[in-house]
T-cell receptor, first 116, second 115 residues
Framework: AQTVTQSQPEMSVQEAETVTLSCTYD???????LFWYKQPPSRQMILVIR??????QNATENRFSVNFQKAAKSFSLKISDSQLGDTAMYFC?????????????FGTGTRLQVTL | EAGVTQFPSHSVIEKGQTVTLRCDPI?????LYWYRRVMGKEIKFLLH????????ESGMPNNRFLAERTGGTYSTLKVQPAELEDSGVYFC?????????????FGPGTRLLVL
């Protein structure tokens, strides 16, 4: 079974600063996908970024980037130039690569507050 | 294009009562998932439909939970009888193609409180 650990229940960052959210996971699989989802207050959860384990290059989406360390089973999310709209709950998630659609395994989440 | 919708947004019931949650996935999505988040804990998988068939129901906690997806469109999750520990946020998600590991799109969730 896979497990995902987010060791930071809450974090705070000032607007325009950079913050890194940590995520580690445990799996015996060699092929899998990793995701960061964000859920703003009272809004739907949306995908922030996705990483395929077979790709060595770290995924980037605008101000969001990941540091994927496969050997260490670490998948941290870096948010650059933080904005007030980044305030949200962030969930790290794992999906086995079975060749078909499959369930997500989530961490407990990190609540990020962006302040002025 | 409409996203994943869930109804109701909130439900407060007493222990022993029945509640039915509904999820409408994105049109054309074959995969429909139910997840649950108990306060302060991780979001846990409940089950996965491919069209109208249950592909994986390994996360269903017990036989008080019954999920259906009639005609491969919307899905319902019934809890009968509800217990206190069933309180939490129930999320539904959908993705398009069973043959691919695609991004799952989530609904806003149903907050269930069992008193």
């Amino acid at each position: 079974a896979q497990t995902v650990t987010q060791s930071q229940p809450e974090m705070s960052v000032q607007e325009a600063e950079t913050v890194t959210l940590s995520c580690t996971y445990d799996t015996s699989e060699n092929n899998y996908y990793l995701f960061w989802y964000k859920q703003p207050p009272s809004r739907q959860m949306i995908l922030v970024i996705r990483q395929e384990a077979y790709k060595q290059q770290n995924a980037t989406e605008n101000r969001f980037s990941v540091n994927f360390q496969k050997a260490a089973k670490s998948f941290s999310l870096k948010i650059s130039d933080s904005q007030l709209g980044d305030t949200a709950m962030y969930f790290c998630a794992f999906m086995k690569s079975t060749g078909t659609a499959s369930k997500l395994t989530f961490g407990t989440g990190t609540r990020l507050q962006v302040t002025l | 294009e409409a996203g994943v919708t869930q109804f109701p947004s909130h439900s407060v019931i007493e222990k022993g009562q029945t509640v039915t949650l509904r999820c409408d996935p994105i049109s054309g999505h074959d995969n429909l998932y139910w997840y649950r988040r108990v306060m302060g804990k991780e979001i846990k998988f409940l089950l996965h439909f491919v069209k109208e068939s249950k592909q994986d129901e390994s996360g269903m906690p017990n036989n008080r939970f019954l999920a259906e997806r009639t005609g491969g469109t919307y899905s319902t999750l019934k809890v009968q009888p509800a217990e206190l520990e069933d309180s939490g946020v129930y999320f539904c998600a959908s993705s398009q193609d069973w043959a691919r590991a695609e991004t799952q799109y989530f609904g806003p969730g149903t907050r269930l409180l069992v008193l």
